[in-house]
């Protein structure tokens, strides 16, 4: 059987939920004040119209923002508005099937008595959106990971074979290193610091013609002051802010930004 793809899914048990709570609140509404079927179901789907209005409120904050502190911070501070205009447009609702003309104060207490009705379904629908968001984020994750541990076992497999080697400076002295022993290059503003076999030493050249240089020899921007061998890179785990850990040989840990993560992973998948 075709498996659903995930956004349909939601979408479809968006909607059963949808139905099932507008169904339901007719049974209670044809009961308590002898609507008919039309006007009870009418009724209801109005009465919840804005719980659906904010279910897409939150799933733009979270397509924006991603499931993020950012993302927490938006709809935290969208909860008095969205909890307001929720409550004031069911009431509204009420009063228009109920033929009711309610006073300005007789309005202000009914807002009131559905502001705890509103903010639970609100951060319901929160709560609801980031783990959907999170878990979402986790299977792309592992993915990206498989796809990533396997394009850095090539890499290993495959360290640089070119002959040349870097000319770098050590106290008074220069000595050359091969670039298959170097692990990563940092830059240094118009000098870059070669880091080898727990050794480093300064090379007089920008990292950014370092990275023209040495991009046929397995090396990638991780970071925008560092330049990595991928063949020296033993692992590599996801952070929590979206970037990527990357642990070499050494044991040295470098972090790939957000900025150059999608960058590195082309260089991967280019081997």
């Known amino acids: 059987m075709r498996r659903i793809p995930f956004g349909i899914g939601v979408g479809l048990f968006a909607a059963y939920s949808y139905l099932a709570t507008v169904v339901s609140a007719a049974w209670f509404l044809r009961r308590d004040f002898d609507a008919d079927l039309t006007t009870s179901l009418a009724w209801a789907a109005l009465l919840y119209a804005p719980t659906v209005a904010s279910g897409l409120l939150v799933w733009r904050v979270l397509r924006r923002f991603g499931a993020e502190w950012r993302a927490i911070g938006v709809l935290a501070a969208l909860t008095p508005p969205v909890i307001l205009l929720s409550a004031w447009a069911s009431t509204t609702v009420d009063a228009g099937f109920r033929h009711a003309h309610w006073t300005g104060a007789e309005i202000a207490v009914r807002i009131i008595d559905r502001l705890p009705v509103a903010l639970l379904l609100w951060t319901a629908l929160c709560a ?5 968001a999170h878990w979402r984020r986790a299977i792309r994750q592992k993915g990206e990971m498989e796809a990533l541990s396997a394009a850095l076992a090539e890499a290993r497999q495959a360290l640089p074979t070119s002959a040349e080697r870097l000319m770098v400076s050590v106290g008074r002295g220069r000595v050359p290193v091969d670039l298959a022993d170097v692990e990563w290059i940092a830059s240094a503003t118009n000098y870059a610091v070669v880091h080898w076999r727990d050794r480093e030493g300064l090379l007089r050249e920008t990292l950014q013609a370092l990275e023209t240089r040495l991009a046929p020899h397995g090396f990638a921007r991780s970071h925008r002051s560092t330049l990595v061998n991928l063949a020296r890179v033993r692992e ?9 850990r990357l642990t070499l040989d050494s044991g040295t840990e470098l972090v790939v930004s957000r ?5 590195l992973l082309a260089r991967l998948k280019q081997g």
């Open 128 to 132: 609801a959106g980031l783990a959907v």
């Open 259 to 263: 900025s150059y993560r999608n960058g």
């Open 236 to 244: 590599l785990k996801p952070l929590s802010d979206g970037a990527w």
